[in-house]
């Protein structure tokens, strides 16, 4: 369509060109033909304003021309700057957004960093008191759920970005996981405060299988009544079971909002 429009744009410039070319002869040729009739002037005065006229039809179509390429290429221009400005703002936006996500995503790693079940894990072998134990086990839930959240709202839905993906999956993976242990940790809480043995757990707390993990249930079973034999063994390998999950989740983060940076930068760049 725009080489159909060149070829017509191209057409109208020489057929301006030939007219004016080839019309002071053709007049040349029109006025030595002898005419019988009455006529106003001479073949001067004639020629002298065909000359005038034909003069002022040329101006104006060479006039309009560039007045027709200037508005072509202001139009270009005007589309380019239009172009620019949505993608500045575009930019300005996503920006804003990867600056929330990245806090978000920091204020979510924080909860997976070992620490915080070695503070609970002391709490639970010092035997303290069952409801500071429970309550700092309920608070590192609560903040763990909170912060995860937080960051899933603000995951894009759809996408089709690898990097952010892969810390969509680390992040759940890590969340099961992570919260898998903290429930284990309340479990291990009411029998190590309350000296419960199997039986009085059942009956205390009877939904408390479908919480327990694997290694916790094979803990039980192996140490059947005498449940507090090497339960700090226990713990310490509960936790060590989640030393990688901080360093996994926050290579993880590091090379998604790198990738997001890229992407985001790429908008602007396009258009300049």
């Known amino acids: 369509m725009k080489l159909f ?124 008191n069952v409801y500071q134990t429970n309550n700092q086990i309920r608070e590192l839930i609560d903040n763990l759920i909170f912060s995860d959240t937080h960051v899933g709202i603000m995951m894009p839905k759809g996408n089709n970005r690898i990097q952010l993906n892969r810390y969509n999956e680390k992040r759940n993976s890590s969340y099961k996981k992570y919260m898998k242990v903290l429930c284990d940790m309340q479990i291990i809480t009411a029998i190590s405060c309350y000296k419960l043995t199997l039986s009085e757990l059942d009956e205390r707390v009877p939904s408390w299988k479908n919480a327990a993990s694997k290694e916790l249930m094979y803990y039980l079973k192996k140490s059947d009544e005498d449940i507090f034999i090497n339960i700090n063994e226990f713990m310490n390998n509960r936790i060590d079971s989640c030393n990688d999950l901080f360093e996994e989740l926050r290579t993880t983060i590091l090379d998604c909002l790198s990738e997001e940076q890229i992407r985001i930068d790429s908008i602007v760049n396009r258009n300049i």
Do not use: C
């Open 5 to 128: 429009h060149k070829k017509i744009e191209w057409a109208v410039i020489i057929g301006v060109l030939a007219i004016a070319l080839i019309f002071p002869i053709v007049l040349n040729f029109i006025l030595l033909i002898p005419i019988n009739a009455n006529i106003v002037g001479d073949s001067t005065h004639w020629l002298s304003f065909w000359g005038g006229y034909m003069g002022a039809i040329i101006s104006s179509a060479v006039a309009f021309i560039i007045l027709y390429v200037q508005y072509k290429n202001n139009s270009k221009e005007n589309e380019s700057n239009r172009q620019l400005q949505v993608s500045v703002l575009s930019y300005q936006q996503e920006s804003l957004w990867l600056n929330k996500l990245r806090e978000a995503m920091l204020n979510n790693l924080k909860w997976y960093h070992t620490n915080h079940l070695i503070a609970v894990s002391n709490s639970i072998l010092k035997n303290d």
